[in-house]
């Protein structure tokens, strides 16, 4: 009898993964919690256990993609059986494989609720090849339409159509490769993000002059304090303690539930050669600035080098971009979701302002916040600037409520 | 072409069809002298005399019966019953004996009979004639029911009835006695029995309306279409047997469907067309199909509550909006 | 329309060996459904029927055989279609109380008490529109006149002078309940003078007095006028269908009944008062008895009707 191997589900808005590696051959002998296989699913790599012990029978290759649940390979009684199994057809799924590494995922959203698909929709989707479950519903209780599927032929269909034009114009041909992987999550997400939230943009001008000037007394103590401190680890323990104070902004939409979190997640997008990925520096609003300093150097390390485990970017209540980095004055970042929210904050430049009737030079950061509108008035996403550049622009304040 | 309200043009199908053919013959209450209880059919007694055009007693039953009778003799009876709330008076002529005479013997005898019905849905004169119960005799095998919605349609379909050689059941709504209507004058103008109508055309919705709600959903695809929603409007006409074909067709083409009625829903009309939809067309859907009906209760007397219970154009537009959503 | 005594004998003979020997398949297990039994009534349907025509129209109900076969139907046919068989004259749909042949004007029976009424009505209106001089004949029980198309007909046929004939065999009991209990007066022909229609009573055991009667009403409809109620007092000897245990009655009163045995009386009258031989009796008894057991026989060796052909005929 075959227990069958399936690509397990790993976080909330997992769909499908990339299988990265076998760690077996056909026909090779398999323990019940050994490495199996490596998964790259929302921007992480992840070893997944063999759930039962026995002969390795692979019906998937490498970089491969697949939806969650689907059937990858078969565990046998025998080596002879194994190499002998031919994959199952439409089988169904009997089991999802251990997961070495479990998403952080509150009560409310693990919620499981039968995904609601229009009859139309399920027809239109399965003749393109889409599984249907694994789009954004707009209709009523998250249905998937027919327009729903229809957006999502659409995309699929149109980078093939520019490539097609290239081919015509330049002769040899584009390089092709496979959208997989990171690239696919990214791409994946950034769509859903825009699709199924209503996100608006809003900036604001900080004065950083005191940031400046507290960065630099950090940076002068660097030995004393162990780390050296950014003004992203500053601005994040601010947005920290704003979040903390306001509920509001720290809350998601999912499915017909407002989920109001209990905790201040900040993930930090942090630039990979290859991508993006956001490291999330857990229960940040009850974390020191030191500590936040070290969190974010040690998970953008080990983001570049590959080793991001699955809790390391999952559970985010919030996000911040500092494409100030790379030259950035503002933009409008995209939501992370389910989050509601999301912080881009520019590059500090001397600016030419007027402060008491006189005409300054100061230190101004541009602040680009993209909210969605669904869950987030403009005026509570006003106040929440407000408060945050109060705090930013008299950093001293941030004493008094610390711990 | 001629002008004619929906009174007269029920008034000329019987006049040109007893003209046609002289097996055709009207009873009914208040038909021959007083030219029918709602004037539809003045001039009849004038045209064919006292053999043809009969007053009857108050008597629901043998009205219904002396037309199943004579049709087993050969004739082409039409017989009046002044409201369809009267029914219940009639109803074992009309389901056991005009609905299965041709079936029980086999074929030897033909049931060409046309039993008029007047509709007084939402005129305001109280439980006993409001009603829709189209449903109620289109339950009935062997029966046809007609319904319709436009002078030329009633012209057409009456004529056709007169000479269908199945009892059918024809129900004017007196609320639309006056509404006018160029028709062709042509004496063999007919309108089929068992299609429908596209009375409007659209890709969005299909909204499936009868009798009075026909003009309503008309009204309400004029004010979606500004929003740019496309409606298609389709009134069966006949409500029995249902013309099946044109609405699944439709509705596979918009996926979305609104049923709208005079009729309750509980095991009525709309709840046949969702059933039926579900059936033929299910993986066609994007939107479950939606009914519009008045509540499962009497009708009491006045206008007030017929304005209350029935469904108007703005319901319906938001009906339709909603299935947009 | 027959004259000759002989011929009515061998008419109500036909009746009375059908209902035995139907009786005995229904006592055997291999009749589908009911019976209801015309015994003891024949002198009512062939006293009528002897004075119709084809042209002329009737309609029975659910004790129809008496009728059908009074009028002319055929008997195989007729007694296929008893049994529900692919070669009765409905082809095995109508069954035990659902028989009818158009061109002998036999309008169907019913399964409706006093649904035929009406419909007996309409048949006389045609009539009467067509001018022709055909009459339409309604066999009723007692029972259905207690219902409301009693009235309803009485009424319009009164009011328009149609020529019909209301014929009312008083067999005594509405299904299973003495028809005295639920009236006030017993006589339904007294009924008929109140809707201004002519009316009598008649000994409906008596086929020579029913005929007479029927003709009288035959002859005034004929000539426009207008309607007759006949009341033929009788007697049904079995119960409102076979296997009733008859709890509403005695034992006695049937024998009471059954010795004035319409067949037997007439069969007496033919020897003593027309001078009939008895032995062309025998031998005409023995010879209606072969032809029934023959269609008796021709029914259970028929084929049952395809089950697939109820899908057919529900619209012309």
Redesign the interface.
């Known amino acids: 009898m075959a227990h069958l191997i399936a690509i397990p589900k790993l976080g909330l808005t997992m769909v499908d993964c990339t299988l990265t590696a076998w760690t077996k051959a056909d026909g090779e002998r398999v323990e019940k919690r050994e490495v199996l296989f490596e998964i790259e699913t929302d921007k992480i790599t992840s070893e997944v256990e063999a759930d039962a012990g026995g002969y390795l029978r692979r019906f998937a290759g490498v970089d491969s993609v697949h939806l969650v649940g689907a059937v990858i390979g078969g565990l046998y009684e025998t080596a002879a059986e194994a190499l002998a199994a031919v994959e199952p057809g439409a089988a169904p799924v009997v089991a999802v494989a251990a997961v070495v590494a479990r998403a952080e995922v509150s009560a409310a959203m693990a919620v499981g609720q039968r995904k609601r698909v ?6 239109v989707a399965t003749g393109a090849g889409i599984d249907p479950v694994g789009l954004t519903g707009t ?2 209780h998250g249905a998937v ?2 327009r729903d599927v229809d957006q999502a032929i659409q995309r699929q269909a149109e980078v093939p159509e520019q490539v097609q034009i290239q081919v015509e114009a330049t002769g040899p041909g584009p390089l092709r490769r496979p959208l997989a992987g990171l690239r696919r999550t990214i791409a994946r997400n950034m769509m859903q993000s825009l699709q199924m939230s209503a996100q608006m943009t809003a900036f604001a001008r900080v004065d950083m002059a005191e940031v400046v000037a507290l960065r630099a007394s950090c940076v002068a103590n660097e030995r004393a304090l162990g780390v050296r401190v950014t003004f992203t680890d500053i601005v994040l323990k601010a947005c920290a303690i704003v979040l903390a104070r306001m509920p509001d902004i720290n809350a998601s939409i999912i499915g017909d539930e407002i989920v109001t979190w209990d905790h201040v997640n900040i993930g930090l997008a942090v630039a990979l050669d290859d991508g993006l990925i956001v490291p999330v520096i857990k229960d940040a609003d009850h974390k020191s600035l030191i500590e936040i300093a070290h969190e974010r150097i040690d998970l953008a390390a080990r983001a570049r080098a590959g080793r991001l485990g699955q809790q390391d970017a999952t559970g985010g209540t919030f996000t911040l971009s500092n494409f100030g980095s790379y030259g950035g004055d503002f933009e409008t970042p995209l939501l992370n979701p389910p989050q509601s929210a999301i912080l881009g904050i520019g590059a500090i430049t001397d600016e030419v302002v007027v402060r008491d009737g006189q005409v300054v030079i100061r230190p101004m950061m541009m602040m680009s916040m993209t909210f969605d509108h669904r869950l987030i008035d403009g005026a509570v996403a006003g106040r929440f600037r407000s408060e945050l550049r109060a705090l930013l622009e008299k950093p001293a304040t941030m004493l008094a409520g610390m711990r | 072409m001629p002008t004619k309200t929906y009174c007269w043009a029920i008034i000329d199908a019987m006049r040109e069809e007893m003209a046609r053919d002289d097996r055709v ?1 009207l009873i009914g209450e208040d038909v021959a002298v007083a030219g029918g209880a709602f004037g539809a059919s003045r001039g009849l007694l004038d045209a064919f005399g006292p ?2 055009v ?1 007053d ?2 108050i ?1 629901e ?2 009205i ?12 082409r ?1 039409i017989v009046e019953i002044m409201f369809i709330d009267f029914l219940g008076l009639c109803l ?2 009309i389901a ?2 005009a609905a299965k ?11 060409p009979l046309v039993i008029r019905m007047s509709s007084a849905v939402e005129m305001g004169i109280g439980p006993h004639h409001s009603q829709a119960w189209e449903a109620i005799v289109a339950h009935i ?2 029966l ?1 029911v007609v319904m319709p919605s436009t002078p030329r349609d009633a012209k057409g379909l009456l004529k056709s009835a007169i000479r269908d ?2 009892p059918v059941i024809f129900i004017e709504h007196i609320a639309m006695h006056r509404i006018k209507e160029e028709i062709e004058d042509d004496e063999d103008f007919l309108i089929p029995i068992g299609k429908a109508d596209v009375k409007r055309q659209g890709t969005d919705v299909t909204v499936v309306a009868s009798g009075l709600m026909v003009a309503r959903a008309l009204a309400a695809a004029e004010r979606l279409a500004v929003d740019g929603i496309s409606v298609e409007v389709i009134d069966p006409r006949t409500i029995s047997p249902l013309d099946f074909d044109t609405i699944t067709a439709s509705v596979s083409k918009t ?1 979305r469907c609104l049923v709208v009625s005079s009729s309750h829903k509980n095991f009525g009309f709309g709840s046949e067309v969702a059933a039926e939809i579900g059936e033929r067309a ?6 479950p199909v939606r009914r519009l009906s008045p509540p499962f209760t009497p009708a009491p007397f006045g206008r007030q509550f017929d304005q209350f219970l029935n469904p108007d154009t703005d319901a319906i537009v938001a009906a339709v909006r909603d299935l947009m ?1 | 329309m027959t004259q000759d005594p002989i011929t009515l004998y061998r008419s109500m003979l036909l009746i009375r060996e059908c209902e035995a020997q139907l009786n005995d398949l229904f006592a055997k297990n291999v009749f589908p459904g009911y019976i209801h039994s015309y015994l003891g009534q024949e002198a009512c349907a062939v006293g009528v029927c002897s004075g119709l025509n084809d042209t002329d ?1 009737v ?1 029975s109900n659910h004790r129809g055989r008496g009728h059908y076969l009074a009028k002319g139907m055929a008997l195989k046919p007729m007694m296929a279609e008893m049994l529900g068989k692919a070669t009765g ?3 095995g ?2 069954g035990e109380m ?1 028989a ?3 061109a002998l004007g036999i ?2 029976g ?3 008490v006093g ?1 035929g ?14 001018g022709l001089g055909a009459v ?1 004949v309604v066999f009723f029980g007692e029972g259905a006149s207690n219902n ?2 009693f009235g ?2 009485l ?2 046929a009164a ?2 002078k149609l020529p019909l004939i209301m014929v009312c065999e008083n067999n005594l009991y509405a299904e299973m309940t003495p028809f005295v209990q639920t009236v006030g007066q017993p006589d339904v022909a007294a009924r008929a003078t109140g809707y201004g229609v002519a009316s009598e009573i008649v000994d409906g055991n008596d086929v020579l007095a029913v005929r007479a009667a029927a003709g009288r009403a035959v002859d005034r409809a004929r000539a426009g006028d207008g309607p007759t109620l006949l009341e033929l007092k009788t007697y049904r000897w079995g119960g409102h269908f076979e296997g009733d245990p008859r709890k509403y009655r005695t034992r006695n009163e049937e024998a009471e009944w059954k010795a004035r045995c319409p067949v037997a009386r007439f069969r007496r009258h033919l020897l003593a008062e027309v001078g009939v031989e008895e032995d062309r009796l025998v031998t005409l008894e023995a010879a209606v008895a072969a032809e029934v057991a023959e269609a008796v026989t021709f029914a259970l060796d028929s084929p049952l009707p395809a089950p697939e052909t109820a899908l057919l ?4």
């Open positions: 229009s009859p139309l929709a399920r027809r209709g009523a339409l027919r | 013959f053999m043809r009969r009857t007693p008597s039953e043998i219904v019966g002396l037309g199943v009778g004579a049709a087993m003799a050969g004739r009876p074992d002529q056991n004996q005479t041709h079936y029980i013997y086999d074929g030897m005898f033909k049931m095998p062997g046809k050689d199945n996926s299910f993986f066609d859907l994007d939107q959503a | 129209y309609v004259i409905c082809g749909r109508g659902h009818a042949d158009p309008l169907g019913n399964g409706i649904a009424m009406p419909i007996g009505a309409g048949a006389a209106l045609a009539a009467q529109m067509d339409s409301g198309a309803e007909t009424n319009v009011a328009w005929k529900v619209f012309a």
